[in-house]
């Protein structure tokens, strides 16, 4: 018989719920993307609270390693400056979620060589690993 429980029981992520979006077909990508939404929007909302004007959260492609087509599923957060004049300037922080294929093999060296060349360019980046 399952537990049932009116409050979560994890002091951090839910193991079980992460497992179970990693075996279904679709559902780590799924989570991936509204995830990353969310935190996009949040992040603008909270730097047009702090520094009005002065920066731009951008969905854009990951430096991750996928098996998925070049359809772009998978994305991040690029966070850019805005200039005196307006336009957008460069980018200063790098937002990051890790994805299954990119723990493992060959698709890990590959992630941390881009991850290296992010880091190289001066770029903060920050990680989430739920997994």
């Known amino acids: ?22 075996n279904r077909a679709g559902g780590w990508i799924g989570f991936h993307n509204i995830y990353i939404d969310a935190v996009g929007q949040a992040l603008q909302t909270r730097l047009d609270k702090v520094f ?16 998925i087509d070049d359809t772009e599923l998978l994305t991040a957060l ?35 060589q881009k991850r290296a060349e992010t880091i190289t360019q001066q770029i903060s980046l920050i990680e989430f690993d739920y997994l």
């Not at 002065?54 to 098996?67: A, G, I, N």
């Not at 994805?99 to 992630?111: A, M, Q, V």
């Open 78 to 112: 690029a966070v850019a400056s805005i200039t005196d004049d307006s336009e957008l300037g460069e980018t200063v922080t790098w937002l990051e979620v890790l994805s299954p294929t990119n723990k493992i093999g060959l698709e890990l060296l590959r992630y941390r």
């Open 1 to 22: 018989m399952p537990l049932r429980s009116t409050k979560n029981e994890y002091a951090g992520v839910n193991a079980h719920l992460h497992s179970n979006l990693q």
């Open 52 to 67: 009005p004007g002065r920066y731009l959260v951008d969905p854009t492609k990951s430096v991750q390693v996928t098996e």
